[in-house]
C-alpha cells in the first residue's frame, strides 16, 4: 500500500518510526563492479542491518513505499543529484546514473516519484527524508 499524499505529512511531521534509515558503517569489504546506482553489487552489513545495492549503505529497518508528486529540481543533477519538492516538503531522489543526465533537461517540471522512503544521514541533527525511486513519471 502507498503512503497517499495526505498521510504523508502526518509520517514526516509525526514519528518516523516506520522508515528504514542508513547505519553508518566503516571499512566495509564490497565488491569492486559498480551497478546501476554507481555502488558496489554487494557489502557485508552488521547484524540486524540490510546492504541496499541502490544506495550503496546498509539499512536498519524497512523501506516504506511512497509515492508522491511535485517540482523536479535537477539543474546540477551529475554534481548534486536530484530533488523533488512537494506540498510535504523536498525529498532527495535516489536514481540510476543513466537517468541523471537525462533529467537534468526536465527541471522544473512536475514529476511524480514512487519508490521506497528512506532517512539518509546528514551532518546535522535531522536525518533527509529520501525516496529510492523505482519510477519517475513527468506529469503535464
Not at 30 to 56: F, L, M, Q, R, V
Not at 111 to 119: K, P, Q, T, V, Y
Request: proline content about 5%; aromatic content about 8%; charged content about 20%.
Amino acid at each position: 500500500m502507498k503512503i497517499l499524499a495526505l498521510a504523508l505529512g502526518s509520517l514526516l511531521l509525526g514519528s518516523v518510526a516506520q522508515a528504514a534509515w542508513v547505519v553508518k558503517t566503516e571499512g566495509l569489504a564490497c565488491t569492486e563492479d559498480y551497478n546501476p546506482w554507481g555502488h558496489g553489487s554487494y557489502c557485508p552489513c552488521p547484524e540486524g542491518t540490510a546492504y541496499n545495492k541502490k544506495i550503496g549503505e546498509c539499512l536498519a529497518g524497512a523501506p516504506y513505499p511512497i509515492l508522491v508528486s511535485g517540482v523536479l529540481h535537477s539543474k546540477d543533477a551529475v554534481e548534486k543529484g536530484v530533488s523533488l519538492e512537494t506540498q510535504y516538503g523536498t525529498f532527495e531522489l535516489i536514481v540510476k546514473l543513466s537517468e541523471l543526465e537525462k533529467l537534468q533537461r526536465a527541471d522544473g517540471l512536475y514529476f511524480e516519484a514512487d519508490g521506497e522512503f528512506i532517512l539518509m544521514p546528514t551532518d546535522e541533527a535531522q536525518a533527509r527524508p529520501t525516496i529510492i525511486v523505482e519510477s519517475l513519471a513527468w506529469l503535464e
